[in-house]
């Protein structure tokens, strides 16, 4: 069985090779290199403020959210 070109596979089905051949150590590198090239998530405290172009974002798919401070009253 031939080995797949790892270059060429999107992340996704890189991911999906490397947690099925486990024990594919350059794939496996390879994955975690383009994942620490990708920027980092950032995460919000309960007391942070949404960014408005996540704000946006959110209108924009149609989901509703409630900001700090709303009330159903």
């Known amino acids: ?34 994942m620490r090239q990708k920027p980092p998530i950032a995460v919000l405290g309960p007391d942070d403020p949404l960014p408005p172009e996540l704000i946006k974002r959110l209108e924009a798919e149609g989901r509703k959210f409630r900001s700090r401070g709303d009330t159903d009253e």
Not at 5 to 20: F, G, I, P, S
């Open 1 to 34: 069985m031939s080995r797949p070109d790892l270059e060429q596979m999107t992340d996704k089905q890189l991911r999906a090779y490397v947690l099925a051949n486990r024990q594919d150590a350059e794939a496996f590198y390879l994955y975690v290199e383009r």
